[in-house]
T-cell receptor, first 112, second 116 residues
Framework: QKEVEQDPGPLSVPEGAIVSLNCTYS??????FMWYRQYSRKGPELLMY????GNKEDGRFTAQVDKSSKYISLFIRDSQPSDSATYLC????????????FGQGTELSVKP | SQTIHQWPATLVQPVGSPLSLECTVE??????LYWYRQAAGRGLQLLFY??????ISSEVPQNLSASRPQDRQFILSSKKLLLSDSGFYLC???????????????FGQGTRLTVV
């Protein structure tokens, strides 16, 4: 079993839709949770960073962490064609040198 | 502000040739540095990480090595490339806070390596 599981998609939605992206994990030591956006042939760009459980909102993006269920989500409201990219979840545990464990990434396509 | 530079962007190398990819970080000191590899349609696999000069940890056995000759310089090398070394290589940095807590990592733009 992988430490982090993420549905690779692809996920296709119409412009303006609410997008829900999810990851599950098995390591209860994970405390730091991140979402990255990666455009084709580019390096990943940090979108959201959360520590422990709870919600965090930044513009159209909301990250949720449920440590009891070992489940994290990223919601994108009013999705735009420019949101079309691969979204990667990543997480790390305390005192492990900042090593990030990534999900496989979900490919998202927002159609005009 | 901090920036990370990674080069070259694209590289085509024959099997058996050596490899050297370089990554430098500006605007911070004593960063944690990482090399990741991303196969097509796959997530990122951590290859090496470093918490200081000369301190390298390897995550997976492979045909590659890493070195950190200076605080903000991280180099990925191979003496003889294999076809299976093809992929998208990403360098990243993070800033450790006091108490050795982790922070988020920031990535370079990557090097697409094709071994032929």
């Amino acid at each position: 079993q992988k430490e982090v599981e993420q549905d690779p998609g692809p996920l296709s939605v119409p412009e303006g839709a609410i997008v829900s992206l999810n990851c599950t994990y098995s390591n209860s030591a994970f405390q730091y949770f991140m979402w990255y956006r990666q455009y084709s042939r580019k390096g990943p760009e940090l979108l959201m960073y959360t520590y422990s459980s709870g919600n965090k909102e930044d513009g159209r993006f909301t990250a949720q962490v449920d440590k009891s269920s070992k489940y994290i989500s990223l919601f994108i409201r009013d999705s735009q064609p420019s949101d079309s990219a691969t979204y990667l979840c990543a997480m790390s545990a305390r005192n492990q040198g900042g090593k990030l464990i990534f999900g496989q990434g979900t490919e998202l396509s927002v159609k005009p | 502000s901090q920036t990370i530079h990674q080069w070259p962007a694209t590289l085509v190398q024959p099997v058996g040739s050596p490899l050297s990819l370089e990554c430098t970080v500006e605007g911070t000191s004593n960063p944690n540095l990482y090399w990741y590899r991303q196969a097509a349609g796959r997530g990122l696999q951590l290859l090496f990480y470093s918490v200081g000069i000369g301190q390298i940890s390897s995550e997976v056995p492979q045909n590659l090595s890493a070195s950190r000759p200076q605080d903000r310089q991280f180099i990925l090398s191979s003496k003889k490339l294999l076809l299976s070394d093809s992929g998208f290589y990403l360098c990243a940095w993070s800033k450790p806070l006091s108490g050795r807590m982790n922070t988020e990592a920031f990535f370079g733009q990557g090097t697409r390596l094709t071994v032929v």
